[in-house]
């Protein structure tokens, strides 16, 4: 049998296209959603990235102010930005990209952005939200974008076994509350794993973020799973690949993401919908 390969093209214009409208209604009432993206340096992913995001917000009608800063740009200088744009009422949401330059401290960033505006879902507040539950919070862009992917894969959640491979701050650890919240039973693996192949071989829902290139096998996949690569590597030849070996997994998950096209697209999506939900909110408590 061969998986159902997630059509990234598809679900993204639909979600976009959801989105615009959303902006064209609020942009009516006065209330255009905007977003403020600040890159400090000249890492050349990180400018990628970027300019994906300004043109994703072009695409939708979301304003957007992108800074550019050069690596000599000081900590002191970045927070003075971002109280700035804390406080500007045309502003909804805010980012800073990740990595900044060493000289930066990227948590004292994080804790100066408002928790109101923290479209990423990095704040400490925005993260004990999600741990605790509360009104008013922004989860963060990859895994509620994964989230989405195992909605429309027809696989509910609940009861299922779901194992997460990777257990960062930006992607696995919430990645595995979301699962947990949806009611899955949740397994989460990282580098000091033994039995890597055992476990995730157990998974009905797999999700990989670990940055290893084809580092899971068909032995690792569940005949049947449903199978989501966060990974984003680049080969010696330029290509870029994820986590998961695609071609070996195919004919045994039930679901699988390529990698390009389906993750990192529906991370910026996230991104989107999160800036329109701040928007939102700011003008209901206007009206
Ligand atoms: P990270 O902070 O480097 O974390 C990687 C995780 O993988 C760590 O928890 C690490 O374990 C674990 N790990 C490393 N080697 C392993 C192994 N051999 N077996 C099992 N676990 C292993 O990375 P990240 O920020 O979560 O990103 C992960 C990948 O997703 C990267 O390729 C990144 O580029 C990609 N990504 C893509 C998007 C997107 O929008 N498409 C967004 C975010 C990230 P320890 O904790 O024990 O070190």
Redesign the pocket.
């Known amino acids: 049998v061969t998986a159902h390969v997630f059509n990234g093209k598809a679900i993204i214009q639909e979600m976009r296209a959801q989105i615009a409208e959303d902006v064209r209604r609020l942009t009516e009432r006065g209330a255009r959603p905007g977003l403020a993206v600040i890159l400090v340096g000249d890492d050349p992913a990180s400018h990628v990235?970027v300019r994906n995001k300004e043109k994703a917000c072009q695409d939708v009608g979301i304003y957007s102010e992108v800074y550019r800063l050069p690596t000599e740009t000081s900590q002191d200088e970045l927070i003075a930005l971002i109280e700035k744009l804390n406080a500007d009422p045309n502003i909804h949401g805010l980012l800073v990209q990740s990595p900044p330059p060493p000289h930066i401290n990227e948590r004292a960033v994080i804790d100066a952005i408002a928790v109101h505006k923290d479209v990423d879902g990095f704040h400490p507040v925005n993260v004990g939200n999600l741990l605790l539950g509360g009104a008013e919070t922004f989860v963060a862009?990859?895994p509620s974008?994964v989230m989405e992917l195992i909605r429309r894969s027809g696989v509910e959640p609940a009861g299922k076994h779901a194992v997460v491979?990777?257990?960062?701050?930006?992607?696995?650890k919430p990645m595995a509350l979301l699962l947990l919240e949806a009611d899955a039973t949740v397994t989460v693996?990282?580098?000091?794993?033994t039995n890597?192949a055992e476990i995730a071989s157990q998974a009905d829902i797999l999700v990989?973020?670990?940055?290893?290139p084809k580092?899971i096998k068909r032995e690792h996949v569940k005949p049947g799973a449903v199978v989501i690569d966060?990974?984003?590597?680049r080969l010696p030849d330029g290509k870029l690949c994820?986590?998961v070996d695609f071609d070996d997994c195919l004919d045994v998950a039930g679901h699988i993401t390529p990698?390009?096209g389906v993750?990192?697209?529906?991370?910026?999506t996230q991104l989107l919908s999160n800036t329109v939900l701040s928007a939102k909110r700011s003008l209901a408590k206007r009206d």
């Open positions: 990235y862009c990859t974008g491979i990777g257990r960062s701050h930006i992607v696995g693996c990282h580098s000091k794993t890597l990989v973020a670990v940055g290893r580092l966060v990974g984003v590597n994820g986590d990698v390009p993750v990192g697209p529906m991370t910026i």
